[in-house]
């Protein structure tokens, strides 16, 4: 079973567009998280919700707008994409909800905006 | 949160011992010291973490000194599937995980 999972893998689209990526955990993990790897691999914190409810949000345009429905999902939509989104995007969980609580990576999910 | 430094990349062989050592000078009490993995084309992994003195797991080692100004993340035996970015990482409770530019290992035969 996989512990964290995100769809897509791979996501391409066009400048100005619209996308979403989702993540679910089936750890039972209070918090949730999104990185994002540029493509010189600095790993940065995005967010990261506690039971539904957003913990940190670390200076991200407001194109990026995160939501859970229920603690096991959080999901990433974006708007109006721009080339400078393109990056690898990481979900993770956690049973507590700071650093010293070992994260749970998701795949990635691979996005190109041309 | 303290800064890490960490070399950028380290060449082994299989079989070698591997360690890694990261500096974090400005660590404060109540600080951990945790190392991720990460694989290409993967997320992360965390590996291990500590305090004090030294922590020991099925995968890795890590050796922390009295002063923790300093750790050193010990590979034992390595292999090709090895090859990956470690991670030194301070943690503190309630905050979020900073990751640095990590360490590039890589394994030859």
């Known amino acids: 079973d996989t512990a964290v999972s995100q769809t897509p893998k791979y996501l391409v689209t066009q400048m100005g567009n619209d996308k979403s990526i989702k993540c679910e955990q089936n750890?039972?993990?209070?918090?949730m998280y999104w990185y994002k790897q540029d493509s010189k691999k600095f790993l940065k914190i995005m967010f990261s919700?506690?039971?539904?409810?957003?913990?940190i949000n670390e200076t991200v345009p407001n194109r990026f707008s995160p939501k859970s429905p229920d603690k096991a999902h959080l999901n990433l939509h974006i708007n109006s994409l721009e080339l400078g989104d393109s990056a690898v995007y990481f979900c993770?969980?956690?049973?507590?909800?700071?650093?010293?609580?070992?994260?749970?990576f998701g795949p990635g999910t691979r996005l190109t905006v041309l | 949160l303290a800064k890490t430094t960490q070399p950028i990349s380290m060449d082994s062989y299989e079989g070698q011992e591997v360690n890694i050592t990261c500096s974090h000078n400005?660590?404060?009490?109540?600080?951990?010291i945790t190392w991720y993995q990460q694989f290409p084309s993967q997320g992360p992994r965390f590996i291990i973490q500590?305090?004090?003195t030294k922590v020991t797991n099925e995968v890795a080692s890590l050796f922390i000194p009295a002063d923790r100004k300093s750790s050193t993340l010990s590979l034992p035996r390595v292999s090709l599937s090895d090859t990956a970015v470690y991670y030194c990482?301070?943690?503190?409770?309630?905050?979020?995980?900073?990751f640095g530019k990590g360490t590039t290992l890589s394994v030859s035969s």
């Open positions: 993770a969980s956690s049973q507590g909800g700071g650093a010293t609580d070992t994260q749970y």
């Open positions: 750890l039972g993990h209070d918090t």
């Open positions: 919700y506690n039971n539904k409810e957003l913990i």
């Open positions: 400005n660590i404060a009490t109540n600080d951990y």
């Open positions: 500590g305090y004090k």
């Open positions: 990482l301070v943690a503190r409770a309630g905050t979020a995980l900073i």
